[in-house]
């Protein structure tokens, strides 16, 4: 593994058990996050983007969910689907911090900012309760609010929405992680705000070297934040690339119905672009591509075949039969 590789995800399989049949929610993804690199996941809402995350920390078995053997997630060459509960819970928050969407539901409404931030870096950083508070405030400095020594006394109830953001980043970051997945961080936030906490994010990566790993269907967050992007799709990956990449020079007919379906403020349109049909039912098993029912490329083949995720010469990748000629000429080359 290269040294500068932080996070190796491969062949990453997830599965959920219902009273209708198994989900399977994340079917053979691989990605890599190297130090200080931030990784765009994007996709329709339910294609796998935030089970993604949840496998890498381990926290979906209390969600009836399983991880397929064959699978593996390595932090630092350190293989963490086999750690035990109390392995992963010195991992969580330590090594690898997670931002929820709901900042309301993510803070415990009945304890002060305080209690919930000093607990955290206590238990992570070993220090005691004094200096764990001035760290608390400290950080509550930087991530821009106001009055720290003041809001640390407070509820969560007593901070808009975006303080309440901000607070969740606050205790993500202070313990110092080597990674951060942040899932949709400014969903349910104003335009001015959403502003604000990408810019944050993107100061305090600097400042801490952190990789961050950017879970949207927002495709203007992450033109704006992500440097590689990985489009998911029913649980599947189909494409990957620089962020130059996936917006410049688009493969997938999938991220260009993305693409497509963005305002844009240089030509007036009549109706917005959208993606005709609907994303397969996972509970009945889906042969060939995913993407079949909604692409105006798709032949015969791909409703047998299912795509691998090709080697472009730009080294890129993407999972159509479209470019298996060109996958081909690449590696002869």
Aim: hydrophobic residues 40%; aromatic residues 4%.
């Amino acid at each position: 593994m290269e040294d500068n590789v932080l996070l190796q995800v491969s062949h990453l399989r997830t599965q959920f058990e219902t009273k209708e049949g198994i989900i399977p929610a994340v079917d053979d993804i691989s990605f890599t996050v190297e130090r200080g690199q931030v990784l765009g996941i994007v996709g329709e809402s339910g294609c796998g983007k935030s089970v993604t995350s949840m496998s890498i920390l381990k926290l979906i078995e209390k969600y009836n969910g399983r991880i397929l053997a064959g699978s593996s997630v390595k932090l630092e060459g350190r293989e963490l689907l086999g750690l035990s509960e109390a392995e992963m819970c010195n991992i969580r928050g330590r090594e690898i911090a997670m931002i929820f969407q709901d900042p309301m539901t993510s803070l415990n409404p009945v304890f002060t900012i305080e209690r919930q931030m000093v607990e955290t870096i206590v238990r992570h950083k070993k220090i005691g309760r004094k200096a764990a508070h001035s760290t608390a405030v400290e950080w509550l400095a930087k991530v821009g609010i106001p009055e720290p020594e003041k809001r640390i006394k407070e509820y969560p109830h007593q901070l808009s929405g975006g303080m309440r953001q901000r607070v969740i980043i606050a205790i993500a970051l202070s313990c110092d992680p080597k990674l951060l997945i942040a899932d949709e961080p400014t969903t349910a936030l104003d335009v001015t705000i959403q502003a604000q906490i990408l810019d944050l994010l993107r100061k305090l990566k600097d400042e801490v070297n952190a990789a961050i790993i950017l879970i949207t269907h927002d495709m203007g967050v992450v033109a704006e934040m992500a440097d590689h992007i990985l489009v998911m799709y029913a649980g599947r990956a189909l494409e990957y690339g620089t962020k130059q990449q996936i917006f410049r020079n688009p493969r997938h007919p999938y991220t260009k119905g993305l693409l497509a379906s963005i305002p844009r403020m240089d030509r007036q349109e009549e109706r917005l672009f959208s993606i005709e049909g609907n994303v397969p039912n996972l509970l009945k098993p889906v042969e060939g591509c995913v993407f079949r029912e909604r692409c105006g490329y798709a032949r015969e083949a791909c409703g047998s075949c299912r795509p691998e995720l090709l080697s472009l010469p730009d080294e890129s990748r993407v999972s159509c039969l479209l470019y298996e000629k060109e996958a081909k000429e690449s590696a002869h080359e």
